[in-house]
């Protein structure tokens, strides 16, 4: 840390955007309010899959304070652009993936329930609301299909021509040869046929945007509660209405979560956008709860059969897996890259396994569109792989942590390269690993089962070593695999004239603490106190350029960038520095806030330098005044995060009920800048992890399509006494091709948690069940082993 | 349009509004206090908990007009001439939030579990906090900081 500041890399510092929190102070974005502004709401369709003969919009449109009614038809008329996916994945026959029109007012069909079918503007939300009742739509409703399976087959409704087969992809990884030799000469195969259940993001703050046009400057400010402003500028101007990006500002302020669902260009914001221009106007909408379930593209939702091939010593020779993913009724902003690259390049998981081969449909169904939630992919892979390895350890009986340490990766074998693509560049699992068996006490595990027995409980261990590909990404990397953009991450770092330091990065905070870590790593960098220091994000005006948060990207990619234009500075200060202490530049050298003349006491503070350079009197002949640098950064590599996580249940026979005993999770994150800031975002995790293993689960009934888990009534979602405390640890492997040395923390626990809790509850039921464990199908399972126990 | 009055915060307001407003969207929109958010539409979130006469109260559940001549705080009425209220710093000090979207809600039903049984134990804590939702946190920090609050309020 440095000595300077105390407030520098490695240190817990109290975050600097909490007073404005705990204050009610917050500026999010439902807190906004433009001067005239108007209320959207929208006419969504009651029906999961539907013909629209006519909208009556007569009544809506006479009532008093409604100023406008719009259907799909006018923004047809209008020439704005459907929505779009930005990444294109090329299926097995070369093609590439179908990605059917998605209007953002429905035209002539609905394909789930929520499509948006019209739009009524007026002066208040309530009056919005009342005459959207008034809208009488004629529908012809179609069967729907639900369920990814059932899509498949010959039978199945069919969303979209475009889709034949309802088939977006087929796609597939690896090598199928050698994983076919791998199975050829196994001793043992585990066979596994998993569901990974669909969820339901819900960030506590719902959607909402509001969109205002500027007559004067013929600009148009979209704030938005968005995880990339930028990224939405971009979508918005180059794909959905044909501006110039100088002609359009996104802000989005405070965010209240966004874990993946607020990464997306949707709907609402390309109509209050459109509506603003169109009635020179503000807009506004705000999504309540029940139009977030409906709304907010959910995760996962994967059905997934799969096997391991092991040797007579417990030695992977090869894994495959065939994955059928729920893409929903349209293909939202980055759907497509979730359950193929984000999923299949992450089967090796920790382990050797020589031959990988994975292949993946991924199909469109009449439900909400599946998009990227808290881990994207890596949740789904890590599924994969550690319920295989824990069943294989069962099967072969052999101990779990025992036959994962057979097959880790070992230390000195990095940088290592798996047999899908990815090339791990640093790791230490059997450290992490026995870490975590020493916090659970492992050997004491028996006795404790034995102990839970006794009261008639059943108790059960679960691990999960789990890896992840973070800090998205190398842009010529991920272009190669079809992505539209690059994913650099831009920085700007200023100087004011007196000393104090203003940020901008590209990247958002939306609970992550960014203006805490990121004036961390300038306060350690720069030898300024993080008072002095503020980050700016999330408004395009103020912010040259960015990619955003996703990924765990934030700190590995935006941090480096502020790094980068760190060292600028740096550069350029030693120039300053050596002509006003009249030295060789080479001599002179930066250590927590002095530029000194080497081997002399002579030494120039940096807010002398910096002062120096906006009031340039005495100043070098040939250098620009000014004390502000720009970066832009761009990975070499993705990280690898590692760790493991263990988890420890007792089922209570009678009832299914699941107590977590236990929740030891160790981390691997490299160099971590605010360890306070880090547990936090493992306990987030872990929870929305286990929300998933036990909790949370989206439903629709099959015949209707309608969605039946649509407030948080109906919904479960994790409350306190739903959870136990966490042990967190860390270990620390730095990340070599970072400046920071730093991997990335933000999706870990979700990744982790519902691998080792399905893991511990399976051990303590001995039967195979699927998430979410509830307490019924627990009780089920239970019975089975309460009659063997008995019996003994 | 009907008129209804109550104290906020210390201050006597009165605003004419439509019979159906709830108290939450008097507070917000109203009033202009936005540092009590709206969550869900079922009453399940915690997020729009406000002390209406010292009981924590999830506005979006009673109607403005049901508050009528009450003492109502919100989270901008925590703190006393710039000193943060000891629930506020506990959750500072503990991590106790993160995207800070449940947190006035948090911090209000905290300090309403709190003042009925100072002596809450964790369990206490967590089953006391079935009404609010965080999804940022796991409730880890939040557990931490109400116990902590807890001590320094005279538990
Ligand atoms: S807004 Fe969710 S309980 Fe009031
Ligand atoms: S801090 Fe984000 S919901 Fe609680």
């Not at chain 1, 035209?107 to 919005?128: F, H, S, Y």
Request: proline content about 5%; aromatic content about 8%; hydrophobic content about 40%.
């Amino acid at each position: 840390m440095n000595a300077v500041t105390g407030t520098g890399i490695g240190a817990s510092v109290r975050r600097k955007e909490d007073y404005r929190f705990i204050t009610g102070q917050g500026t999010y974005t439902d807190d906004i309010n433009r001067p005239g502004q108007l209320h959207a709401y929208f006419v969504r369709s009651p029906h999961a899959f539907a013909k629209i003969k006519s909208i009556d919009t007569a009544a809506a449109k006479a009532s008093a304070g409604v100023v406008a009614v719009f259907t799909g038809q006018e923004l047809a008329a209008d020439k704005v652009g459907g929505l779009i996916c930005g990444w294109t994945v090329t299926g097995k026959d070369g093609t590439p993936h179908k990605a059917p029109p998605h209007p953002a007012i429905a035209l002539d069909t609905a394909r789930c329930v929520g499509d948006q079918v019209a739009v009524v503007i007026a002066t208040t939300k309530e009056i919005a609301r009342d005459a959207g009742e008034k809208i009488v739509v004629d529908y012809d409703v179609l069967q729907a299909v639900v369920d990814p399976v059932d899509t498949l087959k010959p039978n199945a409704p069919q969303l979209h021509a475009e889709a034949p087969g309802n088939l977006c992809y087929d796609w597939e990884f690896g090598d199928r040869a050698s994983t076919d030799a791998g199975f050829a000469k196994a001793a043992h195969v585990v066979k596994l046929d998993l569901i990974n259940n669909r969820l339901s993001p819900n960030p506590m703050e719902p959607r909402v945007a509001i969109g205002e046009h500027d007559r004067a400057t013929d600009t148009t400010t979209c704030y938005s509660t968005s995880q990339n402003p930028h990224v939405l500028r971009l979508i918005l101007c180059a794909f959905i209405f044909g501006l110039p990006e100088h002609k359009v500002r996104v802000v989005a302020p405070d965010v209240g979560g966004g874990f993946g669902s607020k990464i997306f260009c949707y709907a609402e914001e390309v109509v209050c956008v459109w509506a603003s221009r169109k009635l020179n106007k503000p807009v506004k909408w705000t999504s309540d709860r029940s139009e977030a379930f409906l709304t907010d593209a959910h995760g996962r939702d994967h059905v997934t059969h799969a096997e391991l091939a092991l040797d007579k010593d417990g030695k992977f020779l090869a894994l495959k897996c065939s994955t059928i993913a729920n893409m929903g009724a349209y293909l939202s902003t980055f759907a497509s890259c979730v359950p193929s690259y984000l999923y299949a390049l992450l089967l090796a998981g920790q382990y050797t396994t020589p031959a990988i081969y994975a292949e993946v449909k991924a199909v469109f169904t009449n439900t909400t569109p599946v998009d990227a939630y808290r881990g994207a992919g890596r949740p789904e892979a890590t599924y994969v792989v550690e319920r295989l390895v824990e069943v294989a350890a069962r099967q072969l009986n052999m101990d779990p942590a025992e036959i994962r340490k057979k097959n880790f990766i070992a230390p000195d074998a990095f940088p290592y390269q798996t047999p899908v693509a990815v090339a791990y560049d640093s790791g230490q699992y059997e450290l992490s690993m026995n870490e975590a068996l020493k916090m659970v006490d492992y050997k004491g595990f028996a006795g404790r089962r034995a102990e839970s027995e006794k009261r008639g409980m059943l108790r059960g261990i679960g691990f999960a070593a789990y890896i992840e590909a973070c800090g998205i990404a190398p842009s010529a990397v991920v272009g190669s695999l079809g992505a539209g953009v690059g994913l650099w991450e831009s920085a700007s770092v200023r100087f004011n004239p007196t000393g104090s330091v203003s940020v901008f990065t590209g990247s958002h905070s939306h609970g992550q603490g960014h203006e805490t870590t990121f004036a961390q790593v300038v306060s350690e960098k720069m030898g300024v106190p993080i008072e002095q220091i503020d980050i700016v994000h999330g408004d395009t005006q103020r912010i040259p350029m960015g990619m955003g948060t996703y990924g765990s990207r934030s700190l590995a990619v935006g941090g480096s960038a502020i790094v980068k234009a760190c060292d600028k500075l740096i550069a350029k200060g030693k120039k300053i520095a050596a002509h006003l202490m009249e030295a060789a530049v080479d001599d002179v050298e930066f250590d927590a806030g002095m530029f000194k003349v080497a081997g002399t006491d002579k030494s120039v503070p940096i807010g002398q330098v910096c002062f120096t350079a906006y009031v340039p009197h005495n100043y070098p002949a040939d250098l620009e005044p000014g004390f502000e640098e720009n970066a832009f950064y761009d990975p070499s590599n993705f990280t690898y995060p590692a760790g493991t996580h263990i988890a420890e249940v007792e089922v209570d026979p009678g009832s299914g009920h699941v107590t977590i005993a236990k929740w030891v999770a160790v981390d691997d994150f490299g160099n971590v800048i605010n360890p306070m800031v880090v547990e936090g975002q493992v306990h987030g995790g872990v929870a929305q992890g286990v929300g998933q293993a036990m909790l949370e689960g989206v439903v629709y009934d099959k015949a209707s399509g309608q969605l039946l888990t649509g407030s948080f009534m109906d919904y479960t979602m994790p409350r306190a006494d739903d959870l136990p405390n966490f042990d967190v640890g860390m270990t620390h492997t730095p990340c070599p091709h970072n400046p920071l040395g730093v991997k990335g923390c933000g999706e870990a626990g979700a990744i982790a948690a519902p691998a080792a809790l399905m893991n511990a509850i399976t051990d303590a039921l001995g039967v195979e069940i699927d998430m979410p464990a509830t307490p019924e199908k627990v009780w089920r399972a239970a019975q089975g082993k309460v009659r063997a126990l008995a019996a003994e | 349009m009907a008129t209804v009055s109550m104290t906020v915060n210390g201050n006597k307001v009165s605003r004419d509004v439509e019979p159906r407003t709830l108290l939450v969207q008097y507070i917000r929109e109203h009033l202009e206090l936005t540092g009590t958010h709206v969550g869900c539409d079922t009453s399940q979130c915690g997020a729009c908990v406000v002390h209406v006469d010292g009981q924590s109260v999830k506005s979006c559940t009673i109607l403005a007009a049901q508050a009528e001549g009450s003492q109502v705080t919100t989270i901008e009425g925590l703190a006393k001439d710039g000193k943060l209220h000891p629930m506020q710093e506990a959750f500072r000090e503990h991590h106790a939030l993160q995207c800070g979207f449940c947190t006035p809600g948090m911090i209000m039903s905290a300090i309403d579990l709190v003042e009925k049984n100072p002596k809450l134990t964790e369990e206490d804590i967590r089953h006391g906090l079935e009404g609010n939702l965080c999804r940022c946190t796991g409730y880890h920090n939040i557990v931490k900081a109400i116990a902590a609050a807890a001590k320094t309020m005279g538990g």
